[in-house]
């Protein structure tokens, strides 16, 4: 029994520390983030120089042939500071390759995918906001050529900047999946304006894109259940994400806590203040328990989605509160652009509802029970 | 991370099982339970302590040569979660012996103090009380004012306890005095232990909400105790003190007694109407069941990455104050929702006819204040984790 991270995870993190310290300060962040570019190409070409587009892919095919827990190490650095890169949405869509593409498929993709010359993100859910199965109508219809995709996808990840598409879609009773380049005929992407723009997403139309039978991930109509593992390993590293960034936003707060004086003391001080503070690393400390463990589940467990769930409900709550607080905290300094915390609190806002609001998963972990 | 365990381990988990199937006597009367029926299941308990002792499992982790097990943490997790979830009665019925009197005098007891006291607390033949707190001094632990006189051979005690635990029960008290009015705070306090027959302490019992009295006042009047029952130097008290709590403190939080108090919750939402319908299908219900066992399985978890810390032989301090704030969280959150659950019906009291579940959770919603308080508010917990842990500064 041990629950910790190896010396070599270790390594991993201070490795990703330093590079994002010296690469992407929040400064630079807010550059990104305003930027009318898709994603910042050259902070993506050394992250490949690094391997971090390879973390999970395996070794034959070009990868590192790491786990899904050593991305999460990697994840909740990534958080802290607020990366603003489709790195986890293509981590995703590499899991998704590996655990439902056909060998084909597999060497098609996956060391485009490691060396990060493709870029490739899920595009599942639509207008309807609904994380099931029965939420997938865009309609896979048969035709001559092999198969043509109708329909609209929304909230794809990081969609403007995808050179690859793996799209659920409706086929006879059940959903499979394709794997589709993003400039097939019939595609139309368009940005949406987040609330949060260190991050991004797209609304993606598919109006009789046609595709080849070979493009289908595994069997016709039965991609769901693996299709859902793979959200939930997602939503594992969203939700670690998530962590990182609350933890960042709690070290904000504090240190100006230590230097703000009022009344000739620091503010930090203050049961008021320092109670609030406190409540915060309750939060992150506990969520972070519950990410590291899902992030071992997805790779160990059958069925992690119980475990999954917890880890993002609580996530989401802990970034909702430190996001708030900090801003609180900061007093009027707190709603000025200028300060930060503002970065945190719209991070927490936005990722609250992505891959699941905290009541939805608290619905699923007693529905995993029977309740 | 690794979650699977060894096969030496397993063993054990296996001779845990096949002892629990033949002796646990099944007692564990969790929550809603008074004294007094505690008292009535005494025999039995002790039976149990009894076998428990004889496999080595009471003080389990403490040192073979002192009497204690010689165990692991890790067996030692194996054996709480075994017992906890077959429901067994709590290991060893000195508590407050086995949490911090026993390893406070394993680490600063002399030799005679070793062999007198430690084998009692594993037999369960002497229960322990804790002379800490004191009328005005609550949080600010160290402005404690009973004093203690030297007189030849012997000290002699002369002030108020209050907050004391079953000091009508317990044959022998932890006491923290002053034995150095002069120095600062926290270096004039030496530790003493006294028996409670001795001749000037008067105990009086304090009715809490719930109607009980587990709490006293114990009063000193010219007690007289041998200078060979101090715990550790004269003026020592302090770090005598800390050292018992931070053993307190990091022992494997008890998470079992949530799991179960949520376990029972969901039973009760199945079985109560609430506006008509089953309060388990109440969204308002379901959300906030859910949330507490996310943040049970947190405590669990968080537990583990500290039990791991501890075997790579780390330091584990303040961190453990996050638990602590958690578990005083649910313990509130229990109180509230299970009155909830029963709608009109919480209102009842226990020893009504129409009570549900013979009025364990009014029992329950009556009596946390006294386990979110004592040891510690959660006021004082956040003051620890803001300034040890974020370098915040003191008050």
Known sequence: MEFGFSADQEQLRAQVRRFLDAECPLERVRTIMTSREPHDTGLWKKMAELGWQALVIPQQYGGLGLAWEDLVVLAEQAGMSLLPSPLLADAAAARALCAMGSEEQKERWLPSIASGETIATLAVLEESDDLSENGVTLEAASSPGGVTLGGRKMFVPWGQAADLFLVAAREGAGVSLFAVPAGSAGITVTPLKLVDATIRAAEVVFDGVVVQDSSRLGEKGRAWPALSRVLDAATVTLAAEMVGAADAALRLATEYAKVRKQFGQPIGRFQGVKHRLAEILVDVESSRSLVYYASWAVDHLEDA???????????????????????????????????????????????????????????RLLACQGL | ???????????????????????????????????????????????????????????????????????????????????????????????????????????????EQKKRFIPPILKAEEHWCTGYS??????????????????????????????????????????????????????????????????????????????ETPFAEVFFNDVRVPVANRLGAEGQGWEVTKHALANERSSIAEVTAMVHALEDLKGLAARCSRGGRRAIEDPFVRQRLARMETMIEAMRLTGLRFLTRQLRGEEVGAETSVNKLLRAELEVEIGRLSLEIEGRYGGLAKGSAAVVDGGRWQHQMLSWPAYVIGGGTPNIQKNVIAERLLGLPHD
């Open chain 1, 305 to 363: 989605r119980a475990q999954v769930s917890m880890a993002k409900a609580y996530a989401s709550i802990a970034l909702d509160r430190a996001g708030e607080d900090g801003i609180q905290i900061h007093g009027a300094v707190g709603f000025t652009w200028e300060c930060n915390a503002h970065l945190y609190y719209k991070r927490g806002r936005v990722c609250r509802s992505i891959d699941g609001t905290p009541e939805y998963h608290h619905e």
């Open chain 2, 1 to 111: 991370m690794d979650f699977s365990f060894s096969e030496r381990e397993e063993a054990f988990r296996r001779e845990v099982r096949e002892f629990l199937a033949a002796s646990n006597p099944n007692t564990g009367a969790e929550g809603g339970e008074d004294i007094e029926s505690a008292m009535d299941r005494l025999p039995k308990l002790l039976a149990w302590n009894q076998a428990l002792h004889e496999k080595g499992w009471v003080g389990f982790s403490w040192p073979k040569d002192v009497g204690g097990g010689g165990g692991g943490l890790i067996e030692q997790m194996i054996l709480k979660q075994e017992c906890g979830s077959a429901r067994a009665p709590m290991l060893g019925l000195s508590y407050m012996g086995l949490a911090w009197v026993g390893p406070g005098i394993v680490k600063y007891g002399s030799d």
């Open chain 2, 134 to 211: 004191e009328p005005g001094s609550g949080s600010d632990l160290a402005s404690l004012q009973c004093k203690a006189v030297r007189d030849g051979d012997h000290y002699v005690i002369t002030g108020q306890k209050i907050w004391t635990s079953l000091a009508m029960w317990a044959q022998w008290m932890i006491l923290l005095v002053r034995t150095d009015s002069s120095s600062t705070k926290h270096h004039g306090i030496t530790c003493v232990l006294v028996p409670m027959n001795s001749p000037g302490i008067e105990v009086k019992p304090i009715r809490t909400m719930n109607g």
